[in-house]
């Protein structure tokens, strides 16, 4: 069985597999101590009105503020394998253009890569099936492929029925599967629970922790393994990243090798696994035994006596080691320093609100972000094309923005001043929040000398509104906590935000070249089509306020 990565930039505490023709080993690969997955991807298709060569419009690329979750993730990538041994909170119908044929018949009347073709009665055993990508995902297949085989869901859960329950709130009950809901109406239910099989399991445990019975069922039936379960905390404790981000992929790998009917495994990650590597990234998978690191040594043009070489089971030990080692009251602290290093919506949120009025980044460095959907596209695409060439091969598409349609940050921080001044939140006694223009800073020295002089403005300023001295050293108190908390998320952001990689999508756009004009129109993926400030202003910030701040401080 080959192999194939889906890379997405959303910056994460993840885990870089690499996949050999028979699943025999995984990789880590990592950045100052941060175990991240190798995969890249995107979704909500606000285009450019003449950038896009499908019967997609401007409406249908554009999901409404009332009814799309912000889905910006950050690069990433993607792993497909074929089998030498096989046979030849977001609302959706926004994402459904206008004017192209959503059933399966009309969908094949030019088949380009056979999408829906070859998804018609294949069996998947999705990973972090109740994550949001996963969800997407599952949306997607359903919505457009309804002839797809049984969808087994691997859900972390303390019985079947406790499984069943959180199939049915974090799946079926969600406000993304609204489009289906509507499609099905009364059969909706037993649609999803038809299609849906919940499996009680874990990444973290041998076997995946499945019954014997019921693994070994799933091995017979299943086509396709997805796996896009990963830890994306960014100040993660070490041990807990390794255990699902690196461990966990193992299990499924070693549990892939019993699937005999399996035509491809696919490894969804972020493409911040590259790490310090600097310049433009190409799509190409790693040897065995190849590692950063060495890499960087070959264009130093250095020779150490020994070159550096990357160990899993050392990592996996240093972590074990390092945990027993400290003492109960310091673990939790000292695991999160071991494996330190979410997007940018904090940072929005919080900028939105005036609790920050500046931020540590690189005025003219690029946040490679995609929307969510078409991360999934682009995953489809690649499954199908793989699945049906059946060719033993790795094979990774980063699915990025920053090197054929660049955000750059001072660009982002002119898109969020424009539109909190022409849509403020609003404080607690109904009054318009005006913010400035963000402040970008380029050192930790500059941007701490920065918060210290808007916490004493913010401090003597509510002395003078008070005479009492409590209350007033409350306030101060507050406010100096407020420092040390975006001081150490900059500290985090920093690795990104002044990071100089650029990921090619050469891959990725050849993939794209090779559907049709209507699976362009269903399943597209045109990175470079984006407008980004159409994307930012009328989706991805209105679906934050809507959907993470619940409404809360918008005009009613």
């Not at 049915?168 to 909706?188: D, V």
């Not at 409350?474 to 002044?498: D, G, M, W």
């Amino acid at each position: 069985m080959g192999s194939m990565f889906l890379n997405s930039p959303l910056p994460a505490s993840n885990k870089l597999i690499r996949v050999s023709s028979k699943c025999d080993w995984c990789f880590l690969r990592w950045r100052k101590r941060n175990v991240v997955v190798y995969c890249q991807g995107g979704g909500g298709k606000a285009i450019r009105s003449s950038g896009f060569p499908s019967v997609l419009t401007e409406r249908s690329a554009v999901v409404s503020d009332q009814e799309h979750i912000a889905s910006v993730r950050d690069a990433g990538s993607l792993v497909l394998s074929p089998n030498e041994k096989g046979q030849p909170e977001i609302a959706v119908e926004d994402f459904v253009p206008y004017g192209v044929p959503t059933s399966s018949s009309l969908l094949e009347m030019q088949d380009g890569i056979g999408i829906v073709k070859f998804l018609r009665g294949k069996g998947l055993f999705i990973s972090g099936a109740t994550g949001f990508l996963a969800k997407v995902l599952i949306e997607k297949i359903l919505r457009t492929m309804p002839d797809v085989g049984k969808i087994y869901v691997l859900i972390k859960a303390e019985s079947k029925e406790a499984a069943i329950t959180r199939l049915k709130n974090e799946i079926i009950n969600a406000e993304l599967f609204k489009c289906l809901r509507q499609t099905h109406g009364k059969s909706y239910q037993s649609f999803m629970l038809n299609k849906l099989v919940p499996v009680v399991g874990n990444v973290c445990e041998s076997n995946l922790g499945l019954e014997e019975d019921l693994a070994d069922k799933i091995a017979n039936e299943v086509d396709i393994i997805v796996n896009s379960a990963a830890n994306t905390t960014f100040d993660e404790r070490y041990d807990v990243a390794i255990d699902v981000n690196t461990r966990g992929t193992c299990h499924l790998m070693s549990f892939a090798k019993k699937c005999p009917k399996l035509k491809l495994f696919l490894q969804v990650s972020t493409a911040y696994v590259n790490g310090q590597r600097q310049g433009r990234i190409m799509e190409k998978p790693f040897l065995f035994g190849d590692c950063i690191a060495r890499e960087n040594l070959i264009i130093s043009e250095s020779t150490p006596r020994f070159a550096p070489a990357l160990d899993i089971e050392h990592e996996m030990n240093l972590a074990l080691d390092s945990k027993e080692a400290f003492q109960e009251n310091e673990v939790a602290q000292k695991m999160k320093e071991l494996g330190l290093e979410r997007m940018m919506d904090p940072i929005v949120l919080y900028y939105g609100k005036g609790q920050l009025t500046g931020f540590l980044v690189d005025p003219n460095g690029v946040l490679d972000v995609v929307p969510a959907d078409m991360v999934v596209n682009a995953t489809l695409a690649a499954m199908a094309w793989h699945g049906m060439e059946q060719k033993p091969d790795i094979n990774v598409y980063q699915i990025a923005s920053s090197v054929v349609n660049p955000l750059v940050f001072q660009d982002l921080a002119t898109l969020l001043h424009e539109h909190y001044n022409s849509s403020p939140y609003m404080d607690s006694n109904g009054r318009p929040i005006h913010v400035p223009s963000m402040k970008l800073f380029s050192s930790m020295e500059e941007f701490s000398a920065h918060l210290w002089r808007y916490v004493t403005q913010r401090s003597r300023l509510a002395g003078m509104a008070t005479s009492d001295r409590k209350l007033s050293q409350k306030h101060e108190n507050i406010c100096r906590k407020s420092v040390e908390q975006a001081k150490y998320l900059a500290s985090i952001y920093e690795p990104y935000t002044f990071y100089g990689g650029r990921f090619d999508n050469s891959n990725t756009q050849k993939l794209m070249e090779r559907m049709s004009e209507n699976e362009k129109g269903i399943f597209g993926f045109d990175v470079g089509s984006i407008d980004w400030r159409d994307y930012i202003t009328n989706v991805h910030i209105p679906g934050l306020r809507r959907h993470v701040m619940k409404g809360r401080g918008m005009c009613s």
